[in-house]
């Protein structure tokens, strides 16, 4: 700035009065996913400032980036963002992705009921599943595989770590309980099967006893109980 003082007839003495830093504005922009340490509004021509800044739930630190006027920097090994020597405004921006989310499936099998503690899951969350035999149902050699892969039992709660894809969870090997039919011929008698000898739980069994001449029935037992 350049300054002239006409017709000069005295001594003068100059000086500056009122004379203040410049300051410059600071415009955060994208913060509403992250959390951020104290940020002031405006500062002083060759300020500095620091700060941190963090993912809110829901959001993949790892994807964390922030720009200064458009320009990408780091954070140091302290874990501050720092801006040194500021001379303009600046416009600091934040920008994160949300943690991509996995659905869990579970194949429907007869005889089986399950719960899981969540459908949906983030990238690299766990899921536990309990699983409940209905009654009527054998699962001796029950097995459980999420994507083929065998899970292990802890009183029919399966733990699934770490996931980074959709899973889908079969149950195998749960058997409807059967029970055989053993027709005793004898004397006087026989007993022909009308249906099959082996039945499911709580199924039905027919059959049909043919008397030679001379016998009459006086009753039919199974298991000692009379029908």
């Known amino acids: 700035?350049?300054?002239?003082?006409?017709?000069?007839?005295?001594?003068?003495?100059?000086?500056?009065?009122?004379?203040?830093?410049?300051?410059?504005?600071i415009e955060i922009i994208g913060e509403d996913h992250v959390t951020l340490s104290s940020i002031p509004d405006r500062v002083e021509y060759g300020d500095s400032i620091s700060f941190t800044v963090s993912a809110q739930d829901g959001y993949d630190p790892a994807s964390l980036q922030v720009f200064v006027n458009g320009l990408a920097i780091e954070k140091g090994e302290d874990e501050y963002?720092?801006?040194?020597?500021?001379?303009?405004?600046?416009?600091?921006?934040?920008?994160?992705a949300k943690y991509e989310t996995y659905d869990i499936v579970v194949e429907e099998?007869?005889?089986?009921?399950?719960?899981?503690?969540?459908t949906s899951v983030e990238y690299g969350k766990d899921v536990t599943m309990t699983v409940t035999i209905q009654e009527g149902y054998d699962d001796t050699d029950m097995q459980v595989y999420a994507n083929g892969m065998l899970l292990a039992s802890q009183n029919h709660t399966y733990l699934i770590s770490n996931?980074?894809?959709?899973?889908?969870?079969?149950?195998?090997?749960?058997?409807?309980?059967?029970?055989?039919?053993?027709?005793?011929n004898g004397t006087g008698y026989t007993i022909q099967a009308l249906s099959s000898l082996v039945v499911d739980y709580h199924g039905s069994f027919a059959f049909k006893v043919t008397l030679e001449e001379g016998y009459e029935i006086d009753s039919v037992t199974y298991n000692g109980s009379i029908l």
């Open 81 to 96: 963002y720092t801006i040194d020597s500021i001379t303009e405004n600046l416009t600091i921006t934040f920008a994160i």
């Open 163 to 184: 996931i980074t894809s959709d899973i889908t969870i079969v149950i195998t090997n749960v058997k409807k309980l059967q029970y055989t039919m053993v027709l005793q």
């Open 1 to 25: 700035m350049e300054y002239e003082i006409l017709d000069v007839t005295e001594d003068i003495t100059l000086s500056l009065k009122d004379l203040k830093k410049k300051t410059f504005s």
């Open 109 to 118: 099998v007869e005889g089986v009921h399950y719960s899981l503690s969540a």
